[in-house]
Protein backbone atom coordinates (compact mmCIF):
# COMPACT_ATOMS: atom_id res chain seq x y z
CA UNK A 1 0.00 0.00 0.00
CA UNK A 2 2.87 2.33 0.19
CA UNK A 3 3.77 4.26 -2.94
CA UNK A 4 5.81 6.64 -4.27
CA UNK A 5 4.51 10.14 -3.66
CA UNK A 6 7.29 11.53 -6.05
CA UNK A 7 5.74 10.00 -8.71
CA UNK A 8 1.89 9.81 -7.92
CA UNK A 9 2.38 13.73 -7.80
CA UNK A 10 3.66 13.50 -11.36
CA UNK A 11 1.76 11.63 -12.32
CA UNK A 12 -1.31 13.43 -11.12
CA UNK A 13 -0.38 17.00 -11.61
CA UNK A 14 0.49 15.75 -15.97
CA UNK A 15 -3.22 14.53 -15.46
CA UNK A 16 -5.28 17.47 -14.17
CA UNK A 17 -3.43 19.41 -16.52
CA UNK A 18 -3.70 17.23 -19.66
CA UNK A 19 -7.75 16.77 -18.58
CA UNK A 20 -7.95 20.59 -18.58
CA UNK A 21 -6.26 21.49 -21.92
CA UNK A 22 -8.15 18.81 -23.64
CA UNK A 23 -11.31 20.04 -22.73
CA UNK A 24 -10.15 23.68 -23.52
CA UNK A 25 -10.00 24.66 -19.64
CA UNK A 26 -7.27 26.95 -18.28
CA UNK A 27 -8.88 26.92 -14.58
CA UNK A 28 -9.55 24.19 -12.25
CA UNK A 29 -12.22 25.27 -9.50
CA UNK A 30 -12.68 23.06 -6.02
CA UNK A 31 -14.55 22.91 -2.99
CA UNK A 32 -11.98 23.06 0.07
CA UNK A 33 -13.27 21.63 3.27
CA UNK A 34 -10.71 21.80 5.38
CA UNK A 35 -10.17 18.20 5.24
CA UNK A 36 -7.17 16.12 3.69
CA UNK A 37 -8.50 15.16 0.51
CA UNK A 38 -9.51 18.74 -0.61
CA UNK A 39 -6.18 20.05 0.71
CA UNK A 40 -4.43 17.70 -1.73
CA UNK A 41 -6.53 18.48 -4.38
CA UNK A 42 -5.95 21.89 -4.24
CA UNK A 43 -1.86 21.62 -3.98
CA UNK A 44 -1.68 19.12 -6.68
CA UNK A 45 -4.13 21.70 -9.01
CA UNK A 46 -2.04 24.68 -7.59
CA UNK A 47 1.38 22.45 -9.02
CA UNK A 48 -0.69 21.95 -11.99
CA UNK A 49 -2.03 25.22 -13.11
CA UNK A 50 -0.44 27.77 -10.80
CA UNK A 51 -2.47 29.15 -8.17
CA UNK A 52 -3.70 31.52 -9.64
CA UNK A 53 -5.74 29.36 -11.96
CA UNK A 54 -7.24 27.56 -9.24
CA UNK A 55 -10.15 28.88 -7.70
CA UNK A 56 -11.39 27.59 -3.92
CA UNK A 57 -14.62 27.74 -3.10
CA UNK A 58 -14.89 27.11 0.76
CA UNK A 59 -18.87 26.36 1.90
CA UNK A 60 -19.57 26.59 5.28
CA UNK A 61 -22.85 26.19 6.72
CA UNK A 62 -22.89 28.68 9.84
CA UNK A 63 -20.60 28.28 12.68
CA UNK A 64 -20.48 24.59 12.49
CA UNK A 65 -17.30 24.34 11.02
CA UNK A 66 -15.49 27.36 12.01
CA UNK A 67 -12.55 25.49 12.50
CA UNK A 68 -12.05 23.90 9.48
CA UNK A 69 -13.30 26.49 7.44
CA UNK A 70 -10.55 28.97 8.98
CA UNK A 71 -8.16 25.93 8.09
CA UNK A 72 -9.22 25.76 4.47
CA UNK A 73 -8.38 29.79 4.23
CA UNK A 74 -5.07 29.69 5.44
CA UNK A 75 -4.42 26.90 3.42
CA UNK A 76 -6.10 28.52 0.30
CA UNK A 77 -4.01 31.64 0.95
CA UNK A 78 -1.19 29.82 1.71
CA UNK A 79 -1.14 28.08 -2.03
CA UNK A 80 -2.31 32.21 -3.33
CA UNK A 81 -5.36 30.22 -4.63
CA UNK A 82 -8.30 32.72 -5.34
CA UNK A 83 -10.89 32.08 -2.71
CA UNK A 84 -14.19 32.52 -2.50
CA UNK A 85 -16.14 31.71 0.99
CA UNK A 86 -19.82 31.78 0.33
CA UNK A 87 -22.15 30.85 3.66
CA UNK A 88 -24.86 28.12 2.76
CA UNK A 89 -26.92 28.87 5.72
CA UNK A 90 -29.66 31.23 3.88
CA UNK A 91 -30.07 27.91 1.17
CA UNK A 92 -29.95 25.08 3.72
CA UNK A 93 -32.24 26.70 6.22
CA UNK A 94 -34.82 28.33 4.40
CA UNK A 95 -35.01 25.07 2.50
CA UNK A 96 -35.60 22.76 6.15
CA UNK A 97 -38.00 25.58 7.42
CA UNK A 98 -40.38 24.78 4.56
CA UNK A 99 -39.81 20.88 4.62
CA UNK A 100 -38.50 20.23 8.35
CA UNK A 101 -36.51 16.89 8.92
CA UNK A 102 -34.20 15.88 11.75
CA UNK A 103 -32.19 13.51 10.35
CA UNK A 104 -29.30 14.83 10.12
CA UNK A 105 -27.50 12.28 7.30
CA UNK A 106 -30.13 13.97 5.12
CA UNK A 107 -29.36 17.42 6.52
CA UNK A 108 -25.75 16.31 5.52
CA UNK A 109 -26.59 15.30 2.35
CA UNK A 110 -28.69 18.24 1.15
CA UNK A 111 -25.25 21.10 1.99
CA UNK A 112 -23.68 18.53 0.14
CA UNK A 113 -25.73 19.01 -2.57
CA UNK A 114 -26.25 22.50 -2.08
CA UNK A 115 -22.38 22.81 -2.27
CA UNK A 116 -22.03 20.92 -5.37
CA UNK A 117 -24.62 23.49 -7.03
CA UNK A 118 -22.74 26.17 -6.23
CA UNK A 119 -19.97 24.03 -7.40
CA UNK A 120 -21.40 23.84 -10.90
CA UNK A 121 -22.55 27.80 -11.07
CA UNK A 122 -19.39 28.82 -10.47
CA UNK A 123 -17.72 26.83 -12.96
CA UNK A 124 -19.91 28.15 -15.05
CA UNK A 125 -19.30 31.62 -14.36
CA UNK A 126 -15.68 31.38 -14.13
CA UNK A 127 -14.79 28.63 -17.38
CA UNK A 128 -13.15 26.32 -14.35
CA UNK A 129 -13.15 22.70 -14.61
CA UNK A 130 -14.65 20.91 -11.24
CA UNK A 131 -12.16 19.04 -9.31
CA UNK A 132 -13.85 16.32 -7.23
CA UNK A 133 -11.42 14.79 -4.22
CA UNK A 134 -13.24 11.70 -3.58
CA UNK A 135 -10.27 8.61 -2.37
CA UNK A 136 -10.57 5.38 -3.24
CA UNK A 137 -11.64 4.04 -0.25
CA UNK A 138 -15.22 6.50 -0.16
CA UNK A 139 -15.82 5.30 -3.92
CA UNK A 140 -15.66 1.93 -2.93
CA UNK A 141 -17.39 2.13 0.10
CA UNK A 142 -20.13 4.93 -0.96
CA UNK A 143 -19.02 7.25 1.78
CA UNK A 144 -20.36 10.07 -0.35
CA UNK A 145 -23.42 11.98 -1.42
CA UNK A 146 -24.79 11.00 -4.57
CA UNK A 147 -24.61 13.61 -6.58
CA UNK A 148 -23.20 15.54 -3.77
CA UNK A 149 -19.33 15.48 -3.14
CA UNK A 150 -19.45 12.66 -5.58
CA UNK A 151 -20.24 15.19 -8.34
CA UNK A 152 -17.09 16.73 -10.53
CA UNK A 153 -15.66 16.74 -14.05
CA UNK A 154 -12.60 14.84 -13.35
CA UNK A 155 -11.15 13.07 -10.18
CA UNK A 156 -7.60 13.00 -9.52
CA UNK A 157 -7.51 10.68 -6.32
CA UNK A 158 -10.55 8.24 -7.32
CA UNK A 159 -7.42 5.91 -7.46
CA UNK A 160 -5.99 6.48 -4.16
CA UNK A 161 -6.72 4.91 -0.52
CA UNK A 162 -7.46 6.95 1.70
CA UNK A 163 -4.18 6.10 3.63
CA UNK A 164 -2.32 6.35 0.54
CA UNK A 165 -3.49 10.37 0.36
CA UNK A 166 -1.99 10.83 3.22
CA UNK A 167 1.26 9.51 2.00
CA UNK A 168 0.96 11.85 -0.97
CA UNK A 169 -0.04 14.77 1.71
CA UNK A 170 3.01 14.75 3.77
CA UNK A 171 5.30 14.61 0.38
CA UNK A 172 3.36 17.46 -0.66
CA UNK A 173 4.02 19.74 2.88
CA UNK A 174 0.08 19.94 3.49
CA UNK A 175 -0.46 21.86 7.01
CA UNK A 176 0.00 19.05 9.66
CA UNK A 177 -2.79 19.93 11.60
CA UNK A 178 -4.55 18.66 8.41
CA UNK A 179 -3.18 15.64 8.21
CA UNK A 180 -3.82 15.03 11.85
CA UNK A 181 -7.23 16.01 11.93
CA UNK A 182 -9.74 13.58 12.24
CA UNK A 183 -11.65 12.63 8.76
CA UNK A 184 -14.87 13.78 8.51
CA UNK A 185 -17.64 13.76 5.84
CA UNK A 186 -19.10 17.47 7.15
CA UNK A 187 -22.35 16.25 7.04
CA UNK A 188 -22.72 17.31 10.58
CA UNK A 189 -20.59 19.41 13.55
CA UNK A 190 -18.17 16.75 15.30
CA UNK A 191 -19.03 13.72 12.83
CA UNK A 192 -16.15 11.24 12.41
CA UNK A 193 -15.77 9.13 9.63
CA UNK A 194 -14.15 6.54 11.23
CA UNK A 195 -16.40 6.72 14.17
CA UNK A 196 -19.58 6.36 12.44
CA UNK A 197 -17.70 3.54 9.83
CA UNK A 198 -16.70 1.78 13.21
CA UNK A 199 -13.36 1.50 12.06
CA UNK A 200 -10.28 3.40 11.82
CA UNK A 201 -9.17 3.89 7.43
CA UNK A 202 -6.13 2.02 8.26
CA UNK A 203 -7.77 -1.33 9.36
CA UNK A 204 -10.04 -0.51 5.73
CA UNK A 205 -7.96 0.16 3.52
CA UNK A 206 -5.97 -2.90 4.45
CA UNK A 207 -8.92 -4.96 3.82
CA UNK A 208 -10.10 -3.34 0.87
CA UNK A 209 -6.13 -3.71 -0.42
CA UNK A 210 -6.63 -7.36 -0.11
CA UNK A 211 -10.13 -7.76 -0.91
CA UNK A 212 -10.37 -5.20 -4.67
CA UNK A 213 -6.35 -5.24 -5.62
CA UNK A 214 -5.30 -8.60 -4.66
CA UNK A 215 -8.86 -9.66 -5.73
CA UNK A 216 -9.05 -12.23 -2.30
CA UNK A 217 -12.12 -13.89 -1.39
CA UNK A 218 -13.55 -12.91 2.17
CA UNK A 219 -12.62 -16.60 3.03
CA UNK A 220 -9.12 -16.30 1.99
CA UNK A 221 -9.40 -12.38 3.83
CA UNK A 222 -10.26 -13.73 7.23
CA UNK A 223 -7.85 -16.92 7.29
CA UNK A 224 -5.39 -13.91 7.14
CA UNK A 225 -6.55 -12.57 10.72
CA UNK A 226 -8.91 -9.95 9.57
CA UNK A 227 -12.11 -10.04 11.97
CA UNK A 228 -15.00 -11.70 10.62
CA UNK A 229 -17.31 -8.32 11.75
CA UNK A 230 -15.03 -5.42 9.59
CA UNK A 231 -15.10 -8.32 6.72
CA UNK A 232 -18.35 -8.42 6.34
CA UNK A 233 -19.39 -4.93 7.23
CA UNK A 234 -16.63 -3.35 4.69
CA UNK A 235 -17.44 -6.05 1.86
CA UNK A 236 -21.09 -5.34 2.43
CA UNK A 237 -20.73 -1.67 2.03
CA UNK A 238 -18.95 -2.21 -1.06
CA UNK A 239 -22.07 -4.12 -2.58
CA UNK A 240 -24.83 -1.50 -1.22
CA UNK A 241 -23.23 1.33 -2.81
CA UNK A 242 -22.97 -0.27 -6.67
CA UNK A 243 -25.24 2.72 -7.89
CA UNK A 244 -23.17 5.07 -6.53
CA UNK A 245 -20.38 4.06 -9.06
CA UNK A 246 -22.63 3.96 -12.54
CA UNK A 247 -24.56 5.84 -14.11
CA UNK A 248 -28.52 5.09 -14.23
CA UNK A 249 -29.57 2.38 -16.33
CA UNK A 250 -31.42 2.88 -19.51
CA UNK A 251 -33.59 0.13 -20.90
CA UNK A 252 -32.34 -1.19 -24.02
CA UNK A 253 -35.17 -0.81 -26.68
CA UNK A 254 -33.75 0.16 -30.02
CA UNK A 255 -30.72 -1.34 -31.95
CA UNK A 256 -28.16 1.33 -30.24
CA UNK A 257 -28.90 2.27 -26.91
CA UNK A 258 -26.52 5.11 -25.33
CA UNK A 259 -24.47 3.29 -22.42
CA UNK A 260 -25.21 -0.14 -24.39
CA UNK A 261 -23.58 -0.37 -27.76
CA UNK A 262 -23.09 3.29 -28.00
CA UNK A 263 -19.72 3.50 -27.08
CA UNK A 264 -17.25 6.40 -27.55
CA UNK A 265 -14.50 7.49 -25.27
CA UNK A 266 -14.75 10.58 -22.60
CA UNK A 267 -12.31 11.74 -24.60
CA UNK A 268 -13.43 11.87 -28.17
CA UNK A 269 -13.31 14.71 -30.07
CA UNK A 270 -11.05 16.73 -27.53
CA UNK B 1 -42.19 -37.26 -24.87
CA UNK B 2 -42.79 -34.20 -22.98
CA UNK B 3 -40.72 -31.28 -22.98
CA UNK B 4 -40.81 -28.21 -20.89
CA UNK B 5 -38.72 -24.68 -21.01
CA UNK B 6 -38.32 -22.58 -17.93
CA UNK B 7 -38.45 -19.08 -19.38
CA UNK B 8 -37.32 -17.16 -16.14
CA UNK B 9 -35.39 -14.03 -14.60
CA UNK B 10 -32.46 -15.46 -12.74
CA UNK B 11 -31.18 -12.69 -9.79
CA UNK B 12 -27.82 -11.66 -10.08
CA UNK B 13 -24.84 -13.19 -8.47
CA UNK B 14 -27.23 -15.01 -6.19
CA UNK B 15 -27.03 -19.28 -6.73
CA UNK B 16 -29.41 -19.62 -3.19
CA UNK B 17 -31.92 -17.59 -4.67
CA UNK B 18 -31.59 -19.44 -8.69
CA UNK B 19 -31.01 -22.98 -6.97
CA UNK B 20 -34.58 -22.57 -5.52
CA UNK B 21 -35.95 -21.06 -8.59
CA UNK B 22 -34.71 -24.80 -10.21
CA UNK B 23 -35.47 -26.54 -7.50
CA UNK B 24 -39.51 -25.15 -7.43
CA UNK B 25 -39.55 -25.80 -11.99
CA UNK B 26 -38.23 -28.96 -11.65
CA UNK B 27 -40.88 -30.20 -9.11
CA UNK B 28 -43.26 -28.47 -10.91
CA UNK B 29 -42.41 -29.95 -14.37
CA UNK B 30 -42.00 -33.33 -12.34
CA UNK B 31 -45.70 -32.91 -11.33
CA UNK B 32 -46.66 -33.03 -15.35
CA UNK B 33 -44.63 -35.22 -15.91
CA UNK B 34 -42.01 -33.43 -18.13
CA UNK B 35 -39.11 -35.38 -19.82
CA UNK B 36 -36.70 -32.99 -20.11
CA UNK B 37 -36.73 -29.36 -19.02
CA UNK B 38 -34.61 -26.53 -19.83
CA UNK B 39 -33.03 -23.19 -18.40
CA UNK B 40 -31.69 -20.47 -19.78
CA UNK B 41 -27.85 -19.76 -19.90
CA UNK B 42 -26.34 -19.03 -16.85
CA UNK B 43 -29.54 -20.17 -14.93
CA UNK B 44 -28.20 -20.23 -11.61
CA UNK B 45 -26.13 -17.11 -11.82
CA UNK B 46 -27.68 -14.46 -13.85
CA UNK B 47 -25.67 -12.85 -17.20
CA UNK B 48 -23.99 -9.65 -16.56
CA UNK B 49 -21.52 -10.97 -13.79
CA UNK B 50 -18.72 -9.14 -15.00
CA UNK B 51 -16.53 -9.35 -12.03
CA UNK B 52 -18.64 -11.76 -10.41
CA UNK B 53 -17.96 -14.08 -12.64
CA UNK B 54 -14.92 -15.59 -10.46
CA UNK B 55 -16.19 -14.98 -7.33
CA UNK B 56 -19.44 -16.81 -8.27
CA UNK B 57 -17.58 -20.11 -10.38
CA UNK B 58 -18.83 -24.17 -9.59
CA UNK B 59 -16.23 -26.81 -9.78
CA UNK B 60 -18.78 -29.70 -11.36
CA UNK B 61 -17.21 -32.74 -9.93
CA UNK B 62 -17.05 -31.28 -6.28
CA UNK B 63 -19.32 -28.45 -5.86
CA UNK B 64 -22.36 -29.25 -3.42
CA UNK B 65 -25.25 -27.25 -5.03
CA UNK B 66 -24.52 -29.16 -8.67
CA UNK B 67 -24.36 -32.48 -6.77
CA UNK B 68 -28.05 -31.23 -5.53
CA UNK B 69 -29.25 -30.55 -8.53
CA UNK B 70 -28.13 -33.89 -10.20
CA UNK B 71 -29.61 -35.90 -7.21
CA UNK B 72 -33.13 -34.53 -8.87
CA UNK B 73 -32.58 -35.74 -11.89
CA UNK B 74 -33.05 -39.65 -11.41
CA UNK B 75 -36.70 -39.16 -13.02
CA UNK B 76 -36.20 -36.04 -14.98
CA UNK B 77 -33.46 -34.60 -17.12
CA UNK B 78 -32.59 -31.00 -17.18
CA UNK B 79 -30.44 -28.58 -18.42
CA UNK B 80 -29.04 -25.33 -16.71
CA UNK B 81 -26.32 -23.07 -17.28
CA UNK B 82 -23.70 -21.91 -14.73
CA UNK B 83 -20.22 -20.15 -14.88
CA UNK B 84 -17.66 -23.43 -14.87
CA UNK B 85 -14.40 -22.96 -13.04
CA UNK B 86 -12.99 -25.99 -15.03
CA UNK B 87 -9.04 -25.50 -14.12
CA UNK B 88 -7.76 -23.31 -11.68
CA UNK B 89 -8.62 -19.76 -12.90
CA UNK B 90 -10.02 -20.81 -16.26
CA UNK B 91 -13.55 -19.49 -15.72
CA UNK B 92 -16.37 -21.16 -18.61
CA UNK B 93 -19.62 -19.87 -19.63
CA UNK B 94 -21.21 -23.76 -19.33
CA UNK B 95 -24.45 -25.62 -19.66
CA UNK B 96 -24.95 -28.86 -18.44
CA UNK B 97 -27.25 -32.05 -18.98
CA UNK B 98 -28.72 -33.42 -16.11
CA UNK B 99 -29.70 -37.22 -16.18
CA UNK B 100 -29.90 -40.62 -14.34
CA UNK B 101 -29.14 -38.66 -11.03
CA UNK B 102 -25.44 -37.11 -12.62
CA UNK B 103 -23.76 -34.28 -14.83
CA UNK B 104 -23.88 -36.93 -18.07
CA UNK B 105 -22.45 -33.87 -20.18
CA UNK B 106 -20.97 -30.21 -19.95
CA UNK B 107 -20.93 -27.92 -22.89
CA UNK B 108 -18.78 -25.25 -22.91
CA UNK B 109 -19.56 -21.89 -24.81
CA UNK B 110 -16.91 -21.56 -27.80
CA UNK B 111 -18.87 -18.06 -29.36
CA UNK B 112 -18.33 -15.28 -26.90
CA UNK B 113 -19.88 -12.30 -27.99
CA UNK B 114 -17.10 -9.13 -27.78
CA UNK B 115 -19.00 -6.56 -30.03
CA UNK B 116 -21.47 -3.40 -29.44
CA UNK B 117 -23.18 -4.46 -25.61
CA UNK B 118 -21.03 -7.40 -25.47
CA UNK B 119 -18.08 -8.31 -23.77
CA UNK B 120 -17.99 -12.11 -22.53
CA UNK B 121 -13.93 -12.51 -23.64
CA UNK B 122 -13.38 -10.03 -21.05
CA UNK B 123 -14.91 -12.40 -18.54
CA UNK B 124 -14.71 -16.21 -20.02
CA UNK B 125 -12.32 -18.28 -21.68
CA UNK B 126 -14.05 -20.07 -24.60
CA UNK B 127 -15.00 -24.05 -24.88
CA UNK B 128 -13.13 -26.43 -27.46
CA UNK B 129 -15.53 -28.76 -28.80
CA UNK B 130 -19.10 -29.46 -29.91
CA UNK B 131 -20.07 -32.74 -29.12
CA UNK B 132 -23.49 -35.00 -29.93
CA UNK B 133 -23.80 -36.97 -26.67
CA UNK B 134 -26.59 -40.09 -25.85
CA UNK B 135 -29.64 -39.08 -23.79
CA UNK B 136 -32.43 -41.48 -22.98
CA UNK B 137 -34.26 -39.22 -25.44
CA UNK B 138 -31.26 -39.95 -28.73
CA UNK B 139 -28.47 -38.08 -29.09
CA UNK B 140 -28.01 -34.75 -28.51
CA UNK B 141 -26.33 -31.54 -28.81
CA UNK B 142 -26.42 -28.71 -26.96
CA UNK B 143 -25.62 -24.88 -28.18
CA UNK B 144 -25.39 -21.54 -26.01
CA UNK B 145 -26.49 -18.50 -27.27
CA UNK B 146 -24.19 -16.69 -29.83
CA UNK B 147 -23.04 -20.35 -30.45
CA UNK B 148 -26.47 -20.72 -32.15
CA UNK B 149 -26.09 -17.90 -34.31
CA UNK B 150 -22.86 -19.88 -36.25
CA UNK B 151 -24.59 -22.40 -38.53
CA UNK B 152 -21.58 -24.08 -38.23
CA UNK B 153 -22.33 -25.42 -34.61
CA UNK B 154 -25.51 -26.76 -35.72
CA UNK B 155 -23.76 -28.84 -38.68
CA UNK B 156 -20.89 -29.59 -36.28
CA UNK B 157 -24.25 -31.41 -34.07
CA UNK B 158 -26.06 -32.91 -37.04
CA UNK B 159 -22.84 -34.46 -38.39
CA UNK B 160 -22.24 -35.76 -35.40
CA UNK B 161 -25.84 -37.24 -34.96
CA UNK B 162 -27.41 -35.01 -33.03
CA UNK B 163 -31.16 -35.60 -33.38
CA UNK B 164 -32.53 -33.31 -30.63
CA UNK B 165 -30.41 -29.55 -30.56
CA UNK B 166 -30.87 -27.32 -27.47
CA UNK B 167 -29.59 -24.29 -27.56
CA UNK B 168 -29.89 -21.72 -24.41
CA UNK B 169 -29.80 -18.63 -24.10
CA UNK B 170 -29.78 -15.51 -21.83
CA UNK B 171 -30.15 -12.66 -25.26
CA UNK B 172 -31.23 -9.49 -24.62
CA UNK B 173 -33.48 -8.10 -26.74
CA UNK B 174 -33.14 -5.01 -29.46
CA UNK B 175 -34.52 -3.38 -32.04
CA UNK B 176 -37.82 -2.28 -32.21
CA UNK B 177 -40.48 -1.80 -34.76
CA UNK B 178 -44.23 -1.76 -34.88
CA UNK B 179 -44.27 -5.56 -34.46
CA UNK B 180 -44.90 -6.66 -30.99
CA UNK B 181 -41.85 -7.73 -29.00
CA UNK B 182 -37.87 -7.23 -30.10
CA UNK B 183 -36.70 -7.33 -33.51
CA UNK B 184 -33.67 -9.55 -32.37
CA UNK B 185 -36.32 -12.54 -31.98
CA UNK B 186 -37.00 -12.85 -35.62
CA UNK B 187 -33.07 -13.58 -35.69
CA UNK B 188 -33.73 -16.44 -33.35
CA UNK B 189 -36.66 -17.77 -34.67
CA UNK B 190 -34.88 -17.77 -38.61
CA UNK B 191 -32.28 -19.80 -37.03
CA UNK B 192 -34.61 -22.06 -35.62
CA UNK B 193 -36.43 -22.56 -38.19
CA UNK B 194 -33.27 -22.98 -40.55
CA UNK B 195 -31.72 -25.44 -38.20
CA UNK B 196 -34.68 -27.96 -37.73
CA UNK B 197 -35.61 -27.86 -41.50
CA UNK B 198 -33.01 -28.77 -43.12
CA UNK B 199 -30.67 -30.52 -40.42
CA UNK B 200 -34.27 -32.50 -39.25
CA UNK B 201 -33.67 -32.14 -35.99
CA UNK B 202 -35.96 -30.90 -33.23
CA UNK B 203 -34.71 -27.44 -31.97
CA UNK B 204 -35.37 -26.19 -28.61
CA UNK B 205 -34.45 -22.72 -28.06
CA UNK B 206 -34.67 -21.10 -24.27
CA UNK B 207 -34.09 -17.89 -23.51
CA UNK B 208 -34.49 -15.78 -20.38
CA UNK B 209 -36.35 -12.62 -19.41
CA UNK B 210 -35.67 -9.62 -17.18
CA UNK B 211 -33.82 -6.99 -16.57
CA UNK B 212 -29.79 -6.40 -15.72
CA UNK B 213 -28.54 -2.90 -16.10
CA UNK B 214 -31.01 -1.96 -18.41
CA UNK B 215 -30.87 -5.01 -21.00
CA UNK B 216 -33.98 -6.53 -21.33
CA UNK B 217 -34.07 -9.96 -21.82
CA UNK B 218 -36.29 -10.65 -24.97
CA UNK B 219 -38.15 -14.10 -24.23
CA UNK B 220 -39.46 -15.80 -26.76
CA UNK B 221 -38.46 -19.02 -26.66
CA UNK B 222 -39.45 -21.94 -28.73
CA UNK B 223 -39.53 -25.42 -30.02
CA UNK B 224 -39.16 -26.32 -33.71
CA UNK B 225 -39.84 -29.57 -35.11
CA UNK B 226 -37.75 -31.81 -37.29
CA UNK B 227 -39.83 -30.23 -40.85
CA UNK B 228 -38.91 -26.80 -39.47
CA UNK B 229 -42.69 -26.44 -38.16
CA UNK B 230 -42.96 -24.43 -35.17
CA UNK B 231 -44.65 -26.27 -32.61
CA UNK B 232 -44.81 -23.98 -29.51
CA UNK B 233 -43.52 -20.46 -27.97
CA UNK B 234 -43.51 -18.33 -25.39
CA UNK B 235 -44.14 -14.89 -24.64
CA UNK B 236 -42.02 -11.83 -25.54
CA UNK B 237 -40.47 -10.75 -22.41
CA UNK B 238 -43.04 -12.17 -20.03
CA UNK B 239 -41.71 -15.18 -17.23
CA UNK B 240 -43.29 -18.41 -18.83
CA UNK B 241 -43.47 -22.56 -18.34
CA UNK B 242 -44.04 -23.86 -21.55
CA UNK B 243 -44.79 -27.85 -21.73
CA UNK B 244 -45.46 -29.21 -24.93
CA UNK B 245 -45.30 -32.95 -25.88
CA UNK B 246 -43.19 -33.76 -29.00
CA UNK B 247 -42.67 -37.07 -30.98
CA UNK B 248 -39.62 -38.15 -31.45
CA UNK B 249 -40.88 -40.73 -34.21
CA UNK B 250 -41.06 -37.42 -36.55
CA UNK B 251 -37.64 -37.23 -36.46
CA UNK B 252 -37.85 -40.90 -38.69
CA UNK B 253 -40.62 -39.64 -40.78
CA UNK B 254 -38.79 -35.98 -42.08
CA UNK B 255 -35.60 -38.08 -42.66
CA UNK B 256 -37.36 -40.79 -44.95
CA UNK B 257 -38.85 -37.83 -46.81
CA UNK B 258 -35.65 -36.02 -47.47
CA UNK B 259 -32.70 -37.96 -46.35
CA UNK B 260 -30.52 -34.85 -45.71
CA UNK B 261 -28.33 -36.96 -43.28
CA UNK B 262 -27.67 -39.28 -45.27
CA UNK B 263 -27.00 -37.60 -48.18
CA UNK B 264 -24.48 -35.42 -46.37
CA UNK B 265 -20.65 -35.37 -47.38
CA UNK B 266 -18.73 -34.75 -43.90
CA UNK B 267 -15.31 -35.59 -45.78
CA UNK B 268 -15.86 -33.15 -48.68
CA UNK B 269 -16.71 -30.20 -45.83
CA UNK B 270 -13.47 -31.45 -44.30
CA UNK B 271 -11.20 -31.57 -47.25
CA UNK B 272 -12.32 -28.45 -48.71
CA UNK B 273 -11.63 -26.35 -44.92
CA UNK B 274 -8.65 -28.05 -45.07
CA UNK B 275 -7.50 -26.50 -48.44
CA UNK B 276 -9.28 -23.01 -47.52
CA UNK B 277 -7.37 -23.14 -44.14
CA UNK B 278 -4.33 -23.80 -45.82
CA UNK B 279 -4.71 -20.85 -47.97
CA UNK B 280 -5.11 -18.22 -44.89
CA UNK B 281 -2.57 -15.36 -44.93
CA UNK B 282 -2.31 -12.51 -42.52
Redesign the interface.
Known amino acids: MKINPGFVEKLLTRFIKEELSKFDFKKGILGLSGGLDSAVCACLAARALGPQNVIALILPYKETFGRDAQDAKEMAQGLGLQTRIIDISPMIDTYFTLHPMKSRILKGNKMARERMSILYDFSAREKALILGTSNKTELLLGYGTIHGDMACAINPLGDLYKTQVRQLARHMMVPDKIIKKKPTAGLWAGQSDESELGLSYTRIDKVLYQHVDLKKSKKEILSEGFPDKDVEKILGLIKGSEFKRHLPPIPKISARTVGHDFLYPYDRDK | MKIALAQISPKLGDLEHNLQIHIDYIKKAKKKNVDLLIFPELSLTGYTLKDMV??IALEPRTDPLLKKLAGMSRDISFVAGFVEEKEKGLFLNSAAFFSEGKISHIHRKIYLPTY??FEELKFFGQGKNFHSFDTPFGKTGMLICYDFLHISSSYLLFVGGAEIIIAISAA?????SDDKGY?STRMWELMGETVSHFFQTFVIYCNRVG?E????FAGGSFIYNPGGQLVAKSPHVDEDFLVKDIDLEEIRRFRKSRPYYRDEKPEITLEAFKRIVARYED
Request: charged share 35%; aromatic share 6%; hydrophobic share 25%.
Open positions: EEGMPGRGIAFDGKS
